[in-house]
């Protein structure tokens, strides 16, 4: 092989690195990398060139290493170079070894320390979100909540922590056309835009907590007591401010007489600032006072009463609810004052009671009770009736004060009876 076969290969060479330089496409930059592996070749196999071949060869050289920034820019080796497989040696095959710092690249370690300020960020929601749904049991919805981020998460992570990854979003930033001084910031902006829809998914947990308690609501109507149970819970686990769900758990635990544990989650409703609060904070306060008048904790109850009388304008949620809210804690108020001997004050708030609502029998029943340690004997066969007619046995509560109203009114009649045969 001659000097003539070097001098072609190098006009060849320079030919197709002044096309590349004119028009940077893929094409005419397959040309240059080829005609230098045909260079490189008949160097191989022939003596040492002239100095003059020399000169032009190192000129031709550095002004390709030149382009090394350009053709990263412009152009994806990667799948190319995966076929071809060309030799480490092979220099011109991987320009990335050749880029030089552009003036924005100084500014790269701020770039690259929001990236891992971003990814902490990341990792600590989604870990804070992965825990809630754990903790409240899984389900499908759960399951599919948790997939979600997650995936997102582990394909970025991928394009940003691996050297797979770094090479397939190389290859991403050059389709679109993302020059590499710019690529940090790119990264970042991307890592930051995953940590907007994790923070905008954490940020949504309570508005899926709701819907799990409404869900919760639904199935204990319907009758399906476990799925209710576990509905509230999940909706506890991701939002242990709604009040809603810890009352609803409580009353579902009060009525499965689990006495317990429906204290402890209405303790926690009642906890809440009544003012910021919704309604299901007085109905907890309501709910709790009865258990600890069960409990003969009346003082206890009391506190617990006023309050809720107190805060009824900010908790309820319309004119029925207030009506019905008052009727609870007046009657439960008249309840405790009863248990403790204040019966003036008891009179007072039965009498609210059962004038807000006249259908129902506890305040009746109640009123007979404080009517008869009074000796109001009229007043209490009176409210005795009411009760007897109004009550539901089906409630414990009801159903005890059922009881005592026939005794009391059969007792009243068997003195009536003795009376008239007398006379």
Request: glycine residues 6%; hydrophobic residues 35%.
């Amino acid at each position: 092989m001659g000097a003539s076969n070097i001098g072609e290969a190098i006009y060849n060479y320079q030919h197709a690195l002044n096309l590349f330089s004119e028009q940077p496409d893929l094409q005419s930059l397959l040309e240059t990398l080829y005609s230098r592996d045909r260079l490189c070749y008949e160097l191989k196999d022939s003596p040492p060139i002239s100095v003059g071949y020399q000169d032009q060869l190192s000129h031709l050289d550095h002004d390709l290493k030149q382009q090394a920034n350009l053709i990263c820019e412009t152009i994806d080796l990667k799948p190319i170079r995966d076929s071809l497989n060309p030799p480490v040696d092979s220099w011109w095959w991987f320009p990335e070894n050749f880029l030089k710092p552009h003036e924005q690249d100084q500014y790269d370690w701020v770039w690259r320390s929001s990236t891992l300020v971003g990814w902490t960020v990341n990792l600590a929601l989604l870990t804070d979100i992965t825990s809630k749904f754990v903790s409240g049991g899984l389900g499908f919805g759960g399951a599919g909540a948790i997939i979600f981020p997650s995936l997102l998460t582990l394909v970025k992570a991928r394009g940003d922590l691996t050297d797979v990854g770094q090479d397939s979003l190389r290859g991403l930033f050059t389709k679109l056309g993302i020059k590499s001084q710019w690529r940090e910031e790119a990264t970042t902006i991307s890592t930051w835009a995953l940590l907007l829809v994790i923070f905008g998914f954490w940020t949504s947990l309570p508005q899926i907590s709701k819907l799990y308690n409404y869900l919760g609501y639904r199935a204990e109507e319907s009758g399906d007591i476990s799925t209710a149970e576990q509905n509230f819970k999940r909706a506890i686990a991701l939002d242990e401010d709604n009040t809603d769900a810890h009352y609803n758990l409580g009353n579902l635990y009060e009525d499965l007489r689990k006495t317990d544990a429906a204290k402890a989650q209405y303790e926690i409703a009642v906890k809440a600032d009544p003012k910021s609060a919704d309604s299901s904070v007085a109905f907890a306060q309501n709910n709790l006072a009865r258990l600890l008048i069960l409990d003969e904790d009346y003082s206890n109850a009391v506190v617990l009463l006023r309050q809720g009388l107190d805060n009824l304008d900010q908790t309820a949620e319309n004119e029925e609810q207030q009506q019905s809210l008052q009727y609870s804690l007046s009657k439960n108020l008249g309840w405790a004052r009863y248990k403790q001997g204040l019966n003036n004050q008891a009179d007072n708030y039965l009498q609210i009671a059962s004038s807000l609502k006249p259908d129902k029998a506890p305040a009746y029943c109640l009123q007979a009770q404080n009517y008869q340690v009074e000796e109001r004997e009229e007043e209490a066969i009176a409210a005795w009736e009411k009760c007897r007619d109004l009550a539901d046995p089906t409630q414990p509560d009801q159903d005890r004060w059922l009881v005592m109203a026939h005794k009391a009114l059969d007792g009243s009649a068997s003195n009536t009876t003795e009376e008239s045969q007398t006379q």
